[in-house]
C-alpha cells in the first residue's frame, strides 16, 4: 500500500481503474442516447422538418465535435496522460 497524501489520494501517479458497473453505466448511457437521437432525427424528418440546406440534423453533431476539440480538459485529467499516440489510445503493441 503506498501512503495517502494530505489530500487523501494516494502517492504517485497511479491512474484508478474504472469499476465494472461505472463502465456499464456509461456503455447503456452511450447505447441510450444513440438510439433516442436517430428515433428524434427521424420523427423531425418524417414530420418535414430536415431540409438539407437547414442543417438542422447535422449541426448538432457538428457543434458537439467542436466543443470536443476545443473544450480543455480538467487538470486532474492530465495526471497519468503521456501520450495520445495510437499505440496509447487504441491499445496496439509496439
Do not use: R, W
Not at 502517492?11 to 463502465?23: C, F, K, L, R, V
Not at 447505447?31 to 414530420?47: D, E, K, P, R, W
Not at 431540409?51 to 466543443?67: A, D, E
Amino acid at each position: 500500500d503506498k501512503a495517502a497524501t494530505p489530500s487523501g489520494k494516494p502517492e504517485g501517479n497511479e491512474i484508478n481503474e474504472p469499476s465494472q458497473a461505472y463502465i456499464l453505466m456509461h456503455a447503456a448511457l452511450f447505447l441510450a442516447t444513440g438510439i433516442c437521437s436517430t428515433i428524434c432525427n427521424q420523427m423531425v424528418f418524417y414530420h418535414g422538418a430536415s431540409q438539407p440546406k437547414s442543417m438542422l440534423l447535422s449541426f448538432p453533431t457538428y457543434i458537439g465535435m467542436i466543443l470536443v476539440v476545443l473544450l480543455p480538459l480538467p487538470k486532474s485529467a492530465h495526471k497519468g496522460v503521456h501520450s495520445t499516440s495510437s499505440q496509447t489510445v487504441f491499445g496496439v503493441a509496439s
